[in-house]
């Protein structure tokens, strides 16, 4: 909590990363990430056309966006890759964030998680 003038906290995707860290632990960030980021991911497709209204929540989403992917190119099993890239794609499509999304979406090489994720989000067909 922030009363008078004190220090924000962290965001935990601001937190260092002690590297090496090892697939897992770097999935789980990354699912940690997208969660922490869901409320402005939210908050910035409720803005859509709007970009001025919500300036932080949009810097937010993006920051925490960037560095999970960062962190999810540098997992070595591709099928934890796919799944962590899976909580990537729902965070950007809850954000409305199509394009990027749709980008993730073709680097899924795992069948059954492109069908999981075709399931839950319909409108990355297109």
């Given at each position: 909590?922030?009363?008078?003038?004190?220090?924000?906290?962290?965001?935990?995707?601001?937190?260092?990363?002690?590297?090496?860290?090892?697939?897992?632990?770097?999935?789980?960030?990354?699912?940690?990430?997208c969660?922490?980021?869901?409320?402005?991911?939210?908050?910035?497709?409720?803005f859509?056309?709007?970009?001025?209204?919500?300036?932080?929540?949009?810097?937010?989403?993006?920051?925490?966006?960037?560095?999970?992917?960062?962190?999810?190119?540098?997992?070595?099993?591709?099928?934890?890759?796919?799944?962590?890239?899976?909580?990537?794609?729902?965070?950007?499509v809850?954000?409305?964030?199509?394009?990027?999304?749709?980008?993730?979406?073709?680097?899924?090489?795992?069948?059954?998680?492109?069908?999981?994720?075709?399931?839950?989000?319909?409108?990355?067909?297109?």
């Open positions: 909590m922030r009363w008078f003038g004190g220090q924000k906290p962290k965001e935990i995707w601001d937190e260092d990363i002690q590297w090496p860290i090892g697939d897992i632990e770097a999935a789980h960030r990354i699912r940690d990430i969660r922490s980021a869901a409320d402005s991911a939210e908050k910035v497709a409720g859509a056309g709007r970009p001025d209204n919500n300036k932080y929540h949009a810097e937010r989403y993006e920051r925490a966006a960037k560095i999970a992917m960062e962190i999810a190119m540098k997992i070595a099993d591709d099928l934890l890759r796919d799944s962590a890239v899976r909580q990537i794609i729902s965070l950007c809850k954000a409305s964030d199509l394009r990027t999304a749709r980008i993730l979406f073709r680097a899924i090489q795992a069948a059954s998680i492109r069908e999981e994720v075709l399931q839950d989000h319909p409108i990355l067909q297109q």
